[in-house]
């Protein structure tokens, strides 16, 4: 999540997206870096389905049917009979930085990132905010130190938890 927040803050001041600030750092042509990109993404999902790895290990079978069915397994119902939202995606009913909510946001984040990246291979090099047709001219350093200021903020802000800090919902605890 914070690397997408930071990739847009680098776009926003060089004009470039993601890949193309990496560009700027290592100085390799752009075609080396989609390629390298996409050779790790690949890579990881070799491993991942590859029949060898652990992920189809007896022992990790053995593991996951032990385990309770997941939240949109067996999504919990409403009292006016629809499913509770909640409990589909697996988070928690309130606003907050609990487990449960971060888990799902830094899997949609995962999401989003990657889609960012194959987006700015298929668009040349355009990010995220360029993607949405946001006019990009790069304003330079000038706004940097508030962008920071701000982000800290906004961290100082989830930390506090709005007075709310410790055990929520059972065994969700706020970061």
Do not use: C, H
């Not at 042509?29 to 989609?34: D, T």
């Not at 993404?41 to 590859?50: D, E, K, M």
């Not at 606003?95 to 291979?121: C, D, H, P, Q, Y």
């Amino acid at each position: 999540m914070s690397g997408f927040v930071a990739a847009l803050a680098g776009e926003f001041l060089t004009g470039r997206g993601a890949l193309g600030q990496l560009q700027l750092e290592t100085k390799l042509p752009q075609q080396y870096i989609n390629y390298g990109v996409l050779a790790i993404v690949a890579f990881n999902f070799v491993t991942a389905l590859a029949p060898g790895s652990p992920t189809f290990s007896p022992e990790n079978q053995a593991d996951v049917k032990k385990r309770p069915a997941g939240p949109n397994q067996k999504p919990t119902k409403t009292s006016q009979g629809g499913t509770d939202v909640a409990s589909f995606f697996g988070t928690s009913r309130g606003f907050g930085f609990t487990k449960k909510n971060e888990l799902f946001v830094g899997r949609v984040a995962m999401l989003g990132f990657a889609s960012e990246l194959l987006g700015e291979i298929q668009t040349a090099g355009k990010g995220p905010l360029g993607q949405l047709g946001v006019p990009l001219t790069p304003v330079g350093k000038e706004y940097a130190g508030f962008a920071l200021a701000l982000w800290i903020g906004v961290f100082a802000v989830a930390a506090v938890g709005f007075n709310r800090v410790g055990q929520q919902e059972g065994n969700e605890e706020i970061y």
